[in-house]
């Protein structure tokens, strides 16, 4: 474990880019893995989560490979995977499992998923128990956790789904089981969750209809599906983009132009909150990139006041609490979260994690079962941590977030281990740098 100090910062000015979206670029390699032919990708996110996707897809018969800024994908087909030797490593990362589980229980293959001590935490029920009414058969250790086996059922059989919770990654999962099932697989969302999936496997070339029935969507596609190859680009990680945002509002006298943010409206609600909070943010140069919305981000400080946040606003920024968390420790007034259940069961508990670390470096707040409470700043400094590291809990986007804080805070902020922050973010702290410097 590597602690790190982030110290009070100047102003964050200049212009920076964030790297690939994370969901875009799993998303990315494992339909490239399923296309018949070459895929290339540009922008990809080469954080370990998505790395630990492609060494999974290549164990599964797929060539994934650098090329240049590129990589290329030459994949297998759909229905093909091979049965990949010894069991499948996905470190930290809950969405090559969830999404690659849904993607054997439609093979006739069998694997074994494990991870590190936060993922062998999370939740797999969720995806077991939809892809098991497909057929897959699941060993999973107690409480439905990693290490699990399973074995997929080729042919499957086809399914409708209410999502129970709303997680794209469940989406996702019993989408791409679909793919390779006889017969029409759909999944009926009650709340609206990130919607790439839907969006690149039409670029795929795969038929998948959307309506809208009594309010819910019912997403469906028929299989078995062909995927034709083709080349992605990557917008920027909005996720990775709001730390800067949030650091931009918060620190005096910035103002950072933030490029190529990704805004697709399932992922672009800590936008609309932050400026619910008064943030000065201008959208330059809109544009669509790899199908989705994108724009360049112009962030200069604000003084923030703080709000309730809508719950019906949590699936489209459920990334982004944490370090809505530190905006709101710098806001004036009190700023109200609900709804947030789902964070107790993310890469570590995050409303416990960040109330912790939070209060750690003197923020005022109220835990919830189901929110925090934040009594802000007013826009003074954050007293910053004392002797004692704040616990980043194997979180990146605890690590990052309290980070942020160290820029806004009195004596900076030190956080135990910075090492998890490579899952999704690898250039964060050299970024942090060179717009403060
Ligand atoms: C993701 C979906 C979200 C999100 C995660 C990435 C995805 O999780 O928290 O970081 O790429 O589909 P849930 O599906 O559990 O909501």
Same mark, same amino acid.
């Given at each position: 474990m590597t602690p790190h100090r982030f110290m009070p910062s100047g102003p964050l000015t200049g212009r920076v880019r964030v790297p690939g979206d994370k969901s875009i670029s799993h998303r990315a390699l494992m339909f490239g893995a399923l296309a018949v032919g070459r895929s290339r990708i540009t922008g990809l996110l080469e954080g370990e989560d998505v790395l630990a996707t492609a060494s999974a897809l290549r164990r599964m018969g797929a060539r994934i490979e650098p090329d240049g800024e590129d990589w290329v994908v030459d994949g297998v087909g759909?229905?093909?995977?091979?049965?990949?030797?010894?069991? +499948?490593?996905?470190?930290?990362?809950?969405?090559?499992? !969830?999404l690659l589980m849904g993607l054997v229980a439609s093979h006739g293959i069998t694997a074994a998923f494990t991870g590190d001590a936060s993922l062998s935490k999370r939740p797999m029920s969720r995806v077991i128990e939809p892809?098991? !009414?497909?057929?897959?058969?699941?060993?999973?250790?107690?409480?439905?956790?990693?290490? +699990?086996?399973?074995?997929?059922m080729q042919p499957a059989v086809p399914l409708t789904y209410r999502l129970p919770v709303a997680s794209a990654q469940v989406k996702s999962a019993v989408l791409l089981a679909g793919l390779n099932t006889p017969g029409t697989t759909t999944v009926i969302e009650p709340v609206p969750t990130r919607d790439h999936t839907e969006r690149m496997l039409r670029g795929f070339g795969v038929a998948v209809t959307v309506e809208e029935i009594g309010g819910e969507r019912h997403i469906s596609l028929t299989g078995p599906a062909d995927l034709t190859p083709c080349d992605i680009v990557v917008p920027g990680d909005p996720s990775s983009a709001a730390f800067f945002a949030v650091? #931009?509002?918060?620190?005096? *006298?910035?103002?950072?132009?933030?490029?190529?943010v990704g805004l697709n409206p399932t992922r672009n609600g800590i936008y609309r909150v932050l400026e619910q909070m008064g943030a000065n943010i201008a959208y330059q140069d809109e544009r669509e990139v790899g199908g989705e919305p994108v724009a360049d981000l112009r962030v200069r400080h604000a003084r923030l006041h703080g709000i309730e946040v809508d719950p019906a606003l949590a699936p489209s920024m459920i990334d982004e609490f944490p370090v809505l968390f530190v905006a709101a420790a710098? /806001?004036?007034?009190?700023?109200?979260?609900?709804?947030?259940?789902?964070?107790?069961?993310?890469?570590?508990? !995050?409303?416990?994690?960040? /109330?912790?670390? +939070?209060?750690?470096?003197?923020?005022?707040?109220?835990?919830?079962?189901?929110?925090? @409470?934040?009594? *802000?700043? *007013?826009?003074?400094? @954050? !007293?910053?941590?004392?002797?004692?590291?704040?616990?980043?809990? +194997?979180?990146h986007r605890i690590a990052m977030s309290m980070a942020v804080a160290?820029? #806004?805070?009195?004596?900076?902020? #030190?956080?135990?281990?910075?090492e998890p922050i490579a899952t999704s973010f690898p250039n964060f702290a050299a970024l942090i740098e060179d717009v403060t410097a």
């Open positions: 759909v229905g093909t995977l091979l049965q990949p030797d010894g069991s +499948l490593d996905m470190g930290n990362s809950g969405t090559s499992t !969830r892809l098991s !009414r497909m057929g897959a058969n699941f060993t999973p250790s107690p409480g439905g956790t990693l290490p +699990l086996m399973m074995e997929g650091a #931009a509002s918060i620190v005096p *006298g910035s103002d950072l132009v933030i490029e190529n710098l /806001a004036e007034g009190t700023t109200v979260t609900s709804g947030l259940d789902e964070l107790r069961v993310k890469e570590s508990d !995050r409303l416990s994690a960040m /109330a912790a670390a +939070l209060a750690a470096v003197g923020v005022s707040l109220e835990e919830r079962e189901d929110g925090l @409470i934040i009594d *802000g700043s *007013g826009g003074a400094p @954050i !007293r910053g941590s004392a002797n004692s590291a704040v616990e980043s809990h +194997l979180d160290g820029l #806004a805070s009195e004596g900076g902020v #030190a956080i135990d281990s910075i």
